[in-house]
């Protein structure tokens, strides 16, 4: 829950300043501030109110444009209210928006554990999972196996430039897994011993995947050598083409070389679309969805009307965003 002493302008300016939290964690931010927003707001008139709720949703989606679960936040709580204005007072929107914002709060906490227990299920004795980059959704898995006892090992690499997978190594190695902790370009070298590769999304829309760049070829060469890849996502990840960004956004170029060179570019994606049809199901809070029924549950999503009619395209953003 958000502290009390932190209002939502101040909490809208830390989300956009945090480049290390998962979509997850500051999509869980983003609802504190709706929470905050529902406590603050001292509108009299419900068009004045629903005027300063667009605006903070448009301002989240800013300060974040590559979170799809802040965008499936705004949206779910705008189209609410679109839904009930006419009908509820003032007094009851608010409260309607802060009931809505505590409940994906408290369903995001709730989806990790739907989703370990679910995919833990692909884990047995003496299996060895290659994982790629880091991912809370991938973590609660294999944290969930190994609070069932079975015994499996871990193949981590370091995700450079940011080294994410060294944090998730040792987190499991917390745990007590068994962990090998390997460079990104040793992960072929690895994967024939894999039964399995496991790793999350930044976003599923109906076609493609989103994840660290390096996860396609993972994928192929995981195909070729028939291994399995399942990818573990949250519902919230799940969104429309037409609202999804297919530029590759580009981070810091200090990160390949800390300076310029004679007739050399340097670029630095971090992000990259895999085929849904690389991987063999994806992991959900709901059960394991294969490839082909996931158009069909992102349709299921309503989206509210003045957020499409007025708030900006919200990907747009080059800034550096880690998943």
Known sequence: MPRKDRGYKSLIKI?????????????????????????EN?????????QALLKLGQELIKAQPDIVPIFNL????????????????LEKLNLLVRKKAEEFHSNSLKSLEKIAEIGQNLIFAGCTILTYSSSGAVLSILRKAKKKGKKFRVVVSEARPMFEGRKLAQELGKLGVSVTLVTDSALSFYLKDADLVLVGADSISEKAFVNKVGTYGLSLLARKVRVP???????TKFISEKWKKR??????????????LKNVKIENPYFEEIPLSCCKQVITPA??????????????????????QQAQ???????????
């Open 247 to 260: 530029a590759i956004r580009q981070a810091d170029l200090r990160e390949v070389f800390p300076g310029r």
């Open 74 to 89: 705004v949206n779910s709580i705008l189209y609410s209210v679109q839904e009930h204005k006419n009908a509820l007072s």
């Open 15 to 39: 989300i956009e300043g945090d480049h290390l939290s998962g979509a997850s964690h500051l999509s869980r931010k983003a609802a504190n501030a709706f929470i905050l927003f529902s406590s």
């Open 287 to 308: 059960g394991f969805l294969s490839p082909s029924r996931i158009p069909s549950a992102i349709r299921k999503t309503r989206l509210c009307q003045d957020l499409v």
């Open 229 to 235: 890849l399942y990818v573990a996502s949250e519902r």
């Open 313 to 323: 395209h919200p990907f747009t953003s080059e800034k550096r965003k880690k998943h």
């Open 42 to 50: 001292r509108a009299t008139k419900k068009q004045a109110y629903c």
